[in-house]
């Protein structure tokens, strides 16, 4: 795979049964797998595909309080604490650095939008500060691009590696009890007397009292099947990791034209700002109007398809499905969709303008990924009043890397009736059914 991921071993056989079942092994599966196993609970970790094989592995490794909803901020707090013990606990380099983040514009607006999320997160003592021009400029050496009218600083947000993060973490739920089960699709939920009461999955069935779906960019074709609404739309974004270079940033930099990620290789992971394709499931079509907000606060420059990806007849489409044959969760194991080959030139060459001692810089891999979005940019994370037994953990919007650990906490929390480490109320679907206002305040 062109994340290098690092592999995680499949247990031979499914277990009859679990305290809980969680479906997709990206970062807040295994998270909320480990969270569990951690308690002393049995738990089930099934992943049709590999685990961190699809947006876990395939985004900018970025941990940020920074420019994040209000509504995520204590859940992502939290989540930098996780992210700081977890080394430790599981005795495996994740990859994680608190190296800073640092925001730079020549826009007047964007500078406000930044100043106003700064008073907002006054009240929660987040560690951010604005800066002028001149400080803009000594933050960014060497960069010739220096016309900044200022910018935003937050020095104890960082990174991990995407690919060396989740395996880690799911390895570290196995040594605690946890079972792992890759290439092993759920077809669908086990309902008995209106409770879910365990899966099945394409090598048979599994008892379980509770379920966690975190399925990422398939989680509103899942409940589907069960008759379930739920407003998900995807977002095909393409990055690139380069060769290694001179480090010219120590953490991650947003500049009005690419975001630089430093890498534990010594290059970078390269984003052109707020660029994507924006393809609609079902839901999505039926919630367009919802998901224009969020399409005009976070994506600059986004071009609009119906879901084809997701197209795979209409019983698929239309959520009608066997459990007792092969289903599209079989037929497209990793969601693996070609990268945008033509974004490389000009970034590398909008880069080596910015920063000429980086001439020479070059493409090492790259790679495309379906980011999951909702109509507000915030996810889901709630036990659903339709199907008494299942939590769902999706619709993270692009930045579910970083609040991952912590989601996963809480879907675990929710699942087996533990007090929730933070207040799970802004994490309801209902928010995104019953005419509540959609309002978008995170950006990129």
Not at 56 to 80: A, F, K, T, Y
Not at 92 to 115: C, H, M, Q, S
Request: with cysteine; hydrophobic share 45%; proline share 8%.
């Amino acid at each position: 795979m062109s994340r290098l991921l690092n592999p995680v071993q499949s247990d031979a056989a499914l277990p009859a049964s679990a305290d809980v079942v969680v479906i997709g092994a990206g970062i807040v599966g295994v998270a909320a797998a480990y969270s569990l196993a951690q308690r002393g609970h049995s738990v089930a970790l099934l992943e049709k595909g590999v685990v961190a094989g699809e947006q876990s592995s395939r985004n900018w490794g970025w941990c940020r309080v920074l420019n994040r909803d209000e509504r995520e901020i204590p859940l992502m707090r939290h989540s930098m604490e996780l992210w700081d013990r977890l080394p430790g606990e599981t005795g495996a380099d994740l990859g994680f650095r608190r190296n800073g983040l640092i925001y730079v514009t020549k826009d007047p607006a964007e500078l406000a939008g930044w100043r106003a999320w700064v008073d907002m997160a006054r009240p929660y003592q987040v560690p951010v500060r604005m800066v002028g021009a001149e400080e803009a400029r000594e933050l960014t050496p060497g960069n010739q691009e220096q016309a900044w009218i200022g910018g935003v600083v937050s020095p104890e947000d960082g990174r991990a590696e995407p690919a060396m993060a989740a395996p880690a973490i799911a390895e570290a739920a196995r040594r605690l009890g946890a079972t792992i089960h890759q290439n092993c699709a759920v077809r669908g939920l086990d309902v008995a007397g209106g409770r879910v009461t365990g899966v099945f999955t394409e090598k048979g069935r599994i008892g379980a009292g509770a379920v966690i779906l975190a399925g990422g960019a398939w989680t509103s074709m899942f409940l589907r099947r069960h008759g379930v609404d739920m407003p998900q739309s995807s977002v095909h974004s393409t990055v690139f990791a380069t060769t290694p270079a001179k480090q010219v940033s120590p953490g991650g930099l947003v500049t009005p034209d690419f975001t630089l990620t430093p890498r534990l290789d010594g290059g970078y992971i390269v984003a052109h700002k707020a660029r994507g394709r924006l393809e609609l499931t079902p839901q999505g079509i039926r919630y367009a109007r919802q998901f224009l907000p969020m399409l005009m606060k976070r994506w600059k420059l986004v071009e609009l398809r119906l879901g084809r990806s997701f197209f795979a007849g209409p019983d698929a489409w239309h959520g009608r499905w066997s459990f007792d044959r092969p289903t599209v969760f079989e037929r497209i194991r990793v969601l693996d969709p070609k990268p945008k080959m033509s974004i490389v030139e000009p970034a590398l060459r909008e880069i080596v303008e910015a920063y000429p001692e980086l001439v020479g810089i070059g493409m090492a891999r790259i790679w495309a990924g379906w980011i999951d979005q909702t109509p507000d940019a915030v996810p889901v994370i709630a036990p659903l009043a339709a199907l008494p037994g299942l939590t769902v953990a999706a619709g993270f919007s692009g930045h579910g890397f970083g609040i991952g650990p912590g989601a996963g906490r809480l879907a675990a929390d929710l699942a087996i009736g533990a007090p929730p480490v933070v207040d799970p109320a802004p994490f309801r679907l209902e928010r995104l059914l019953d005419g509540t206002p959609t309002k978008v305040t995170s950006t990129i």
